[in-house]
């Protein structure tokens, strides 16, 4: 299974972190170490003094396939659900100025809670999905997926020509503006078209 995520897919996030907008994907992949299921709790790692959460929507692959065509793009996910990046911000930033790889900073055990799915079909709208994310009860990130540079169906196009698609792998697609620090004791929680979804305590 593969678990791909998909970073600066919102123009306010680019932003917030003063990164350019990309001008196609940018693609990295957490393993399936990563996922915390259940509403369990995240441990925050000794090796981090700046976790930041990342709200996402996450898509789910149902569909075997490569150099999939935009037109039968939207045949490959069938649910969503709520998905948070853990990233660890410190080891980003020491990452990024050297021009090294991400992957201990975004892929660490249990950087990615993952809530139960819902298919598409039970939601009004699946091409914008509102979500948002909670913490400690106050509102902190509040998403459209109509917002999303780089659309559901431009992922599956993009991702299938370099690695095939199967079915039961994900992709976290991006975080709106608003991400920011946890701390031990927080909680987080998050919805999608206001129904809660996940909650994830931090310990
Ligand atoms: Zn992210």
Redesign the pocket.
């Given at each position: 299974m593969k678990i791909f995520?998909i970073?600066r897919n919102y123009i306010d996030h680019a932003k917030e972190l003063n990164n350019p907008v990309p001008s196609e994907p940018m693609v990295f992949m957490k393993p399936p170490t990563a996922l915390v299921v259940n509403n369990k709790p995240f441990y925050y790692p000794d090796f981090s003094e700046k976790i930041h959460y990342?709200g996402?929507i996450v898509l789910r692959i149902c569909k075997n396939g490569r150099a999939v065509q935009p037109e039968f793009a939207a045949r490959y996910y069938d649910a969503v659900a709520f998905g948070i990046?853990f990233?660890a911000r410190d080891l980003q930033e020491k990452l990024k100025g050297k021009g090294h790889p991400w992957e201990i900073a975004k892929g660490f055990d249990r950087s990615g809670p993952l809530s139960k799915w819902v298919p598409l079909s039970e939601l009004n709208n699946p091409q914008d999905i509102h979500f948002q994310l909670k913490k400690n009860g106050t509102v902190v990130q509040d998403g459209h997926t109509r917002d999303l540079i780089f659309s559901f169906d431009t992922l599956i196009v993009y991702l299938s020509q370099y690695f095939t698609l199967q079915k039961g792998d994900m992709i976290?697609t991006?975080?709106p503006a608003g991400v920011g620090p946890v701390q031990i004791g927080d909680v987080l929680e998050g919805e999608i078209e206001g129904n809660a979804m996940l909650t994830c305590a931090i310990k």
């Open positions: 995520c970073g990342e996402e990046d990233t976290f991006g975080t």
